[in-house]
């Protein structure tokens, strides 16, 4: 059967994804100065998931980080305010010959299919000048495209799916809450090798790199399988004790079995073998593993 072609692919708006551009001679050295993953042998046309840290090692985003060029850079932010991001890292620039800018014509839309071209890390750009990238696990297909002046139809549905898969595998998506409460360790984001512990200073590296060399990761991500969306922040309770943070939710769109809802969250990775069943309020969660795939 013949890989589907990206123009065949039926695509949807991922209106909860956003775009910030870095441009300029220095915009490579600004970025591995601030984000927390390792730039030095991302090639043009290759990308990586990454995060921006405040000095206390806390996730003050999380994006995939796309090397378009040898002096431009994207940041794609799912749920995220690339605004606000932009506002933020400009307090960093000094003399640095960096331009941080939204691109306003940019859409981001999605497809659970197969890219045209774009295969693991490595993206395509087509004739039109639209950039895909593999989103997918290497068993389910997932093709998110940048472009100008997109305009694929709005779907609910699919949009809900799409972020139950980002779920599924681990990639966090509280929506409009912040992340800021967790180190990348709590959030497992080692799954995705979205940071490094061994490359140059950036903010919170101190922290991420003695945790890391120290063994002090005490908690992490679980999945679970349950009635009712939960709101991030939830508390996980354990008996009548809370023990951990739900940090996102969705509808499970198929990704969890029988469980019409999926909540990830943050909690201690050693627990008792005879430990009380884990709860939300009165509703019992129902453990599901992480799949994997997502990382680049």
Do not use: N
């Amino acid at each position: 059967m013949d890989k589907p072609t990206a123009d065949k692919a039926q695509f949807f708006a991922l209106s909860d994804h956003a775009l910030l551009a870095l441009e300029g001679r220095d915009a490579i050295a600004f970025a591995q100065a601030q984000c927390m993953s390792d730039l030095a042998t991302l090639a043009d046309g290759q990308w990586q998931w990454s995060g921006w840290l405040s000095p206390k090692g806390r996730v003050q985003a999380l994006f995939a980080l796309l090397r378009v060029g040898p002096e431009t850079l994207w940041l794609l932010l799912p749920d995220g305010d690339a605004a606000a991001l932009k506002a933020a890292l400009e307090r960093f620039v000094f003399r640095s010959k960096v331009k941080l800018r939204v691109p306003e014509d940019a859409a981001v839309c999605g497809s659970f299919a197969a890219p045209a071209e774009a295969s693991g890390a490595t993206t395509s750009t087509d004739a039109k000048g639209r950039v895909e990238l593999d989103f997918g696990d290497g068993r389910q297909p997932r093709t998110l495209r940048i472009c100008s002046g997109c305009t694929a139809p709005t779907d609910a549905d699919a949009l809900a799916r799409w972020r139950a898969y980002d779920l599924a595998h681990g990639l966090p998506r509280p929506g409009s809450a912040t992340l800021e409460a967790f180190t990348p360790q709590q959030l497992s984001l080692d799954r995705l090798q979205a940071y490094s512990v061994r490359k140059g200073c950036y903010p919170g590296q101190e922290i991420v790199a003695r945790t890391h060399f120290l063994g002090q990761a005490k908690r992490g991500l679980a999945l679970f399988g349950c009635d009712d969306v939960p709101a991030s922040g939830t508390q996980v309770m354990e008996g009548e004790r809370a023990i951990g943070t739900v940090v996102a939710g969705a509808a499970a769109a198929g990704e969890s079995g029988s469980h019409p809802a999926l909540a990830l969250a943050v909690l201690p990775l050693e627990r008792a073998d005879d430990a009380p069943a884990l709860r939300i309020e009165e509703a019992a969660l129902t453990p599901v593993p992480l799949l994997d795939g997502l990382a680049r």
